[in-house]
């Protein structure tokens, strides 16, 4: 009777976690999460708003001494500004003299105009302006509220402040109806509409329903070892080990099919990038799922499984017994080497523990699911042995080596595996045999067992990892031997754009003959456009007269022309009637988006090679 309270109490919690889990899932794909950023980006705006407000009042009576330029309260209130993103510039006569940030450029010289707005942009950011005046001196306070890089890299990003909490995939409209999501200066004056990504991104609010997931999670298992443990008191041992078989198949079927949660699947652990096998172990959050699920079974079959002691017979008979129960134990061991040596080399994830900076939570939890699975070859023949007590040392011996023949019969055209594999099968399962034998007690199983596990893995990782390695630098090799660089290709698509509105490389490009202007174009070229990531190239700048030849291609093939070969090459590209003679640069830049896609035939104009 107290045994059935129990059990439905535990049913009521999992249940009631269950329900908070889908609540606050549903509720993390709504558009909770986008409101309470938006309230949260207002009263963050308006705080530093104040602030700003705060700051040029006080400046006032600073200005007003005879010589503010360097004084502490000046200094104090120049550091309060600079702590919440805020500029302070002064202007006399409407000229800039003074600047607390040199960050960006800002105007020299200013009228009415230039901050008048609810929000401004310079440069590369969006300001929120505030100005007083004070005779003929006037300050001017900009609040950065958002940075807009034209060139990103790891270091350098755009988006918002980091103080309003905003995620990077968020952007913004300077139009009313862009969205529902509005901001506003403490005038209630509108500014922006905050822009989210249509598809939900992970952000931190992910981690409240993934808790309460795997909450639930690790409830559903409890109920049923609880619910097994029922059965087993009620003397049906067996319909147990059926009842948890079954739960723990469709608990993982549902999970495959399904693909629900949905909030796990946001995960990077749920990413097939990271580690994909087949379809039953799409990616490595369904290993560890797996795993866990597997070593829970495990667990039951060992404790409730109702296998009888066998009794002894003759040897023959005896023998064929116990070879018949330790030929699936061989089974799963094979099953777990090959489940885990795809896991080693063909993941992005690294087992190698002494490279400690790379080791991550996915190794965590790739080694997570590789010590559980191993657990079930394991209890298996231990619940095996305890039945076998009663037979001959000698013929469980030669049963373990008998069974031994099923891993050749697998493992036989790669020795590489079938030995090392082999022993560590043998090794195991007559660890086993002796440990139940003679009772040797959890603890000191466990520490063995550790032993005799971690040399496997350390061999097999070893192995594996060098031969992920050597594959890795092969597709590298074969990626450089391409000549083609990805990055490059981006940031001649991003230059040309600019390139083409560029009004001072054109009146260079407009003269009838280039003397000294070749230099010129040359250093006007490397100074503006190609520098930074481009000192990784040897380039030539070349001036493509009318009557010039052209170098390119590996062989150094000569075209008669340099006009006429881009010519070609933008009517082939873009079936546009181009005349670049009549103005080389309009015309190179109509067609370049097209040509710089066949980016490893023609960059050589420019990159003749790579360093190394």
């Given at each position: 009777m107290k045994g059935n309270r129990n059990i439905l109490i535990l049913g009521f919690l999992t249940a009631l976690f269950i329900l908070a889990a889908l609540i606050s899932e549903s509720i993390y794909f709504s558009d909770f999460e986008y409101r309470f950023r938006t309230r949260k980006f207002n009263r963050v705006l308006n705080e530093k708003e104040k602030i700003m407000e705060e700051c040029l009042k006080s400046m006032k009576p600073v200005l007003a001494?005879?010589?503010?330029?360097?004084?502490?309260?000046?200094?104090?209130?120049?550091?309060?500004?600079?702590?919440?993103?805020?500029?302070?510039?002064?202007?006399?006569?409407?000229?800039?003299?003074?600047?607390?940030?040199?960050?960006?450029?800002?105007?020299?010289?200013?009228?009415?105009?230039?901050?008048?707005?609810?929000?401004?942009?310079?440069?590369?950011?969006?300001?929120?302006?505030?100005?007083?005046?004070?005779?003929?001196?006037?300050?001017?306070?900009?609040?950065?509220?958002?940075?807009?890089?034209?060139?990103?890299?790891?270091?350098?990003?755009?988006?918002?402040?980091?103080?309003?909490?905003?995620?990077?995939s968020v952007g913004f409209?300077?139009?009313?109806?862009?969205?529902?999501?509005?901001?506003?200066?403490?005038?209630?004056?509108?500014?922006?509409?905050?822009?989210?990504?249509?598809?939900?991104?992970?952000?931190?609010?992910?981690?409240?329903?993934?808790?309460?997931?795997?909450?639930?999670?690790?409830?559903?298992?409890?109920?049923?070892?609880?619910?097994?443990?029922?059965?087993?008191?009620?003397?049906?041992?067996?319909?147990?080990?059926v009842i948890a078989l079954f739960s723990f198949f469709l608990i993982y079927v549902a999970f495959l099919i399904t693909g629900k949660p949905h909030v796990l699947f946001q995960t990077e652990l749920f990413s097939p990038y990271l580690f994909s096998y087949n379809y039953i172990l799409p990616t490595l959050g369904h290993l560890l799922l797996l795993s866990i699920l597997a070593a829970a079974f495990s667990n039951v079959f060992y404790n409730h499984f109702p296998l009888k002691a066998l009794k002894s017979h003759n040897r023959g008979n005896d023998f064929l017994v116990i070879i018949a129960l330790l030929i699936p134990g061989a089974l799963l061991i094979i099953l777990y080497n090959l489940i885990f040596n795809q896991l080693v080399s063909t993941s992005n994830i690294n087992f190698e523990t002494y490279r400690v900076v790379e080791i991550s939570i996915f190794s965590v939890a790739g080694f997570t699911s590789a010590i559980l699975l191993v657990l079930v070859p394991v209890l298996y023949l231990m619940k095996i042995f305890q039945a076998a007590r009663n037979i001959r040392s000698g013929t469980i011996l030669f049963s373990i080596i008998g069974s031994l023949f099923v891993i050749p019969a697998a493992y036989h055209n790669t020795p590489g595996t079938l030995i090392p594999l082999s022993l560590f099968y043998f090794i195991v399962t007559v660890s086993v045999w002796r440990f139940v034998q003679i009772k040797i007690g959890l603890f000191n199983m466990a520490v063995a067992f550790s032993f005799i596990y971690g040399i496997y893995s350390l061999y097999f990782i070893t192995i594996l990892s060098e031969e992920k390695t050597t594959d890795n630098l092969k597709i590298k090799a074969v990626s450089l031997s391409a000549e083609n660089d990805p990055d490059a290709e981006h940031l001649l698509l991003d230059m040309?754009?600019?390139?083409?509105?560029?009004?001072?490389?054109?009146?260079?490009?407009?003269?009838?003959?280039?003397?000294?202007?070749?230099?010129?174009?040359?250093?006007?070229?490397?100074?503006?456009?190609?520098?930074?990531?481009?000192?990784?190239?040897?380039?030539?700048?070349?001036?493509?007269?009318?009557?010039?030849?052209?170098?390119?291609?590996?062989?150094?093939?000569?075209?008669?022309?340099?006009?006429?070969?881009?010519?070609?090459?933008?009517?082939?590209?873009?079936?546009?009637?181009?005349?670049?003679?009549?103005?080389?640069?309009?015309?190179?830049?109509?067609?370049?988006?097209?040509?710089?896609?066949?980016?490893?035939?023609?960059?050589?104009?420019?990159?003749?090679?790579?360093?190394?």
């Open positions: 001494m005879e010589d503010h330029h360097g004084s502490i309260n000046e200094n104090d209130l120049f550091s309060k500004a600079e702590l919440n993103r805020i500029t302070i510039l002064e202007y006399i006569d409407n000229k800039l003299v003074y600047w607390s940030d040199n960050e960006f450029d800002v105007p020299t010289f200013i009228n009415d105009s230039i901050f008048s707005g609810n929000l401004v942009f310079f440069q590369n950011g969006w300001f929120l302006p505030k100005t007083i005046k004070a005779g003929n001196e006037r300050i001017v306070g900009l609040l950065r509220i958002r940075t807009e890089y034209s060139f990103e890299n790891d270091i350098i990003k755009s988006g918002f402040e980091k103080d309003f909490k905003i995620p990077g409209s300077t139009d009313k109806s862009g969205s529902d999501f509005q901001v506003y200066n403490l005038n209630n004056d509108f500014l922006f509409s905050l822009a989210f990504p249509e598809i939900k991104v992970k952000t931190s609010f992910i981690f409240i329903p993934l808790l309460l997931w795997i909450l639930s999670f690790i409830a559903v298992i409890i109920f049923i070892l609880e619910l097994a443990k029922l059965f087993v008191a009620k003397g049906k041992s067996m319909l147990a080990v040309w754009p600019v390139i083409s509105k560029d009004t001072i490389l054109k009146s260079m490009m407009q003269s009838d003959y280039f003397e000294d202007d070749v230099d010129k174009i040359e250093r006007y070229l490397q100074e503006n456009y190609f520098e930074g990531y481009w000192n990784n190239f040897n380039f030539n700048i070349i001036i493509c007269r009318n009557d010039e030849s052209l170098n390119v291609g590996p062989g150094n093939e000569i075209f008669e022309n340099c006009h006429s070969f881009f010519d070609e090459r933008i009517k082939m590209e873009t079936n546009l009637p181009v005349h670049v003679a009549d103005d080389p640069l309009t015309a190179v830049a109509r067609g370049a988006g097209k040509i710089i896609e066949n980016l490893n035939e023609y960059s050589k104009v420019l990159i003749r090679n790579r360093r190394y």
